[in-house]
Each structure stands twice: as C-alpha cells, then as structure tokens.
C-alpha cells in the first residue's frame, strides 16, 4: 500500500524558509514522476514543483528562485526547500506521486507565513 507523509509545516514570518519532507512508503518510488502542489483557502489546487526519476524539476513561476524540490532515493523521500517566503505561500502543500494512471496524495501539511 502506498503511503505519503508530509512534515516540516509550520508557521513562519515573511522572508522566512521551511523545509517540507515527503517520506514515501509501499514501493519503488525512485522511477516515478514525484511532486508538491499547495492549495490555500478558497483556492484551486496548484503545482508548485515536480521532479522526474531523473532529478530533473519544474516550477510554478510564482516560486521560481526560491523554492528548490530534490529527492533522496535512497530514502525514498522528497524535499521542499521554501526560501524567502511570502503571505501568497500561504497554503496546505501537498506531496504526490505519479504511478499512472494513478496519483497518490499525502494528507498535507499547513505553511502559513505571517508577522
């Protein structure tokens, strides 16, 4: 059974950085597309980074040259570093891997950044 957990939300001050983890179990996550996508109040879903088995990423714009995503295969876990954070990151971000035709969702974890 595959399972996501997500850790390292919390409550910081604008500028500020986090560090998400996405601890991933059930399966031989190293070949599949992993990723984070956020989702703030009365907002859609939306992507913010994905990185292929071959550690190749993509970004939403809003985060470029901030948020970086990496993978430890190894350990099958999944990063998020978030630096100079802003009150738009605001949000329960969410990890996810692509094992088509199927996606599965960790249960998220709340950044919310605030002075």
């Known amino acids: 059974q595959v399972q996501l957990v997500e850790s390292g939300g919390g409550v910081v001050q604008p500028g500020g950085s986090l560090r998400l983890s996405c601890a991933a179990s059930?399966?031989?996550?190293?070949?599949?597309?992993m990723a984070w996508y956020r989702q703030a109040p009365g907002k859609q879903r939306e992507l913010v980074a994905a990185?292929?088995?071959?550690?190749?990423?993509n970004y939403a714009d809003s985060v470029k040259g901030r948020f970086t995503i990496s993978r430890d295969n190894a350990k099958n876990t999944v990063y998020l570093q978030m630096n100079s954070l802003t009150p738009e990151d605001t949000a329960v971000y969410y990890c996810?891997?692509?094992?088509?035709?199927?996606?599965?969702w960790g249960q998220g974890t709340q950044v919310t950044v605030s002075s």
């Open positions: 059930g399966s031989k996550f190293s070949i599949y597309l």
């Open positions: 990185i292929t088995s071959g550690g190749t990423t």
């Open positions: 996810t891997v692509i094992m088509s035709p199927r996606a599965y």
